[in-house]
């Protein structure tokens, strides 16, 4: 009826209609319908009234709340298809998930893409695709450097160790051992060295130090046998040609 008495213009009753609506289908779960209704509603009164309106900004926290419970449904469907041994599609439901988070927080920093970022590196990881999931990590890691400021936390703990992880199965073992090594040393600075997550990283960080001692020894030997099979020796003939 509003649409029809304003010809589809924007005005704040259309908005209030859209808000109204998109109230009812989150009340029913329904929360693709209402975030299209709470967007639209956002949208006119933006255009109306500014970022800085009051309904302009009560509309934009429904919206949000909306958009995170799409994001949290997205999560929940991606670890159901885990359980299936289904990665392809839980792929699809964690990039989902942080666009939905990307969408609320754009580029700003937030622990729940943080997560986002980490899930979707550990599905290429599982994948060993291992370029794409050090490049997620990366981008979780500087999320939770950003929003810890530096200091020593588990969640930047937990993002060194799995990049150090997905570089012990690139076989880069140098730089595996450094991204180790940093993620155990922070989670004793955190008082966290005998957590479960602690003592994977300290055997990831072990096997790696064993194999990095084992490639050291065949690379000397190897280097002892090419120097003395390439070393001139004298012998009689040579003696004989003086």
Same mark, same amino acid.
């Given at each position: 009826?509003?649409?029809?008495?304003? @010809?589809?213009?924007?005005?704040?009753?259309? *908005?209030?209609?859209?808000? *109204?609506?998109?109230?009812?289908?989150?009340?029913?779960?329904?929360?693709?319908?209402?975030?299209?209704?709470?967007?639209?509603?956002?949208?006119?009164?933006? $255009?109306?009234?500014?970022?800085? /309106?009051?309904?302009? !900004?009560?509309?934009?926290?429904?919206? $949000?709340?909306?958009?995170?419970?799409?994001?949290?449904?997205?999560?929940?469907?991606?670890?159901?298809?885990?359980? @299936?041994? /289904?990665?392809?599609?839980?792929?699809?439901?964690?990039?989902?998930?942080?666009?939905?988070?990307?969408?609320?927080?754009?580029? !700003?920093?937030?622990?729940?893409?943080?997560?986002?970022?980490? $899930?979707?590196?550990?599905?290429?990881?599982?994948?060993?695709?291992?370029?794409?999931?050090?490049?997620?990590?990366? !981008?979780?890691? #500087?999320? +939770?450097?950003?929003?810890?400021?530096?200091?020593? +936390?588990?969640?930047?703990?937990? =993002?060194?160790? =799995?990049?150090?992880?997905?570089?012990? $199965?690139?076989?880069?073992?140098?730089?595996?051992?450094?991204?180790?090594?940093? =993620?155990?040393?922070?989670?004793?600075?955190?008082?966290?060295?005998?957590?479960?997550? =602690?003592?994977?990283?300290?055997?990831?960080? /072990?096997?790696?130090?064993?194999?990095?001692?084992?490639?050291?020894?065949?690379?000397?030997?190897?280097?002892?046998?090419?120097?003395? #099979?390439?070393?001139?020796?004298?012998? *009689?003939?040579?003696?004989?040609?003086?």
């Amino acid at each position: 009826m509003r649409l029809a008495l304003h @010809k589809g213009e924007t005005h704040a009753d259309v *908005a209030m209609s859209y808000g *109204a609506l998109a109230a009812v289908y989150k009340r029913k779960q329904r929360y693709k319908e209402a975030e299209e209704h709470y967007r639209k509603a956002f949208e006119i009164f933006r $255009n109306l009234a500014g970022s800085n /309106d009051k309904r302009t !900004q009560r509309v934009k926290k429904n919206l $949000n709340e909306v958009r995170q419970l799409l994001a949290t449904q997205c999560d929940n469907a991606a670890k159901a298809c885990l359980k @299936k041994q /289904d990665a392809k599609q839980a792929l699809v439901h964690y990039q989902e998930a942080l666009q939905r988070r990307k969408a609320i927080h754009g580029e !700003q920093p937030h622990a729940s893409m943080a997560t986002s970022l980490n $899930n979707l590196g550990r599905i290429y990881k599982k994948q060993a695709q291992y370029n794409k999931a050090l490049a997620y990590y990366g !981008q979780a890691l #500087n999320m +939770h450097l950003a929003l810890h400021k530096g200091e020593a +936390h588990p969640d930047v703990a937990m =993002s060194y160790g =799995s990049i150090g992880a997905a570089l012990k $199965n690139q076989e880069a073992y140098a730089k595996a051992e450094a991204y180790l090594h940093k =993620s155990f040393e922070m989670f004793e600075r955190c008082g966290k060295a005998d957590s479960k997550a =602690s003592q994977i990283v300290k055997q990831h960080l /072990d096997e790696v130090r064993k194999t990095l001692i084992v490639l050291s020894v065949v690379y000397f030997n190897a280097l002892h046998t090419f120097t003395t #099979n390439s070393t001139p020796r004298y012998t *009689a003939q040579d003696e004989k040609r003086e």
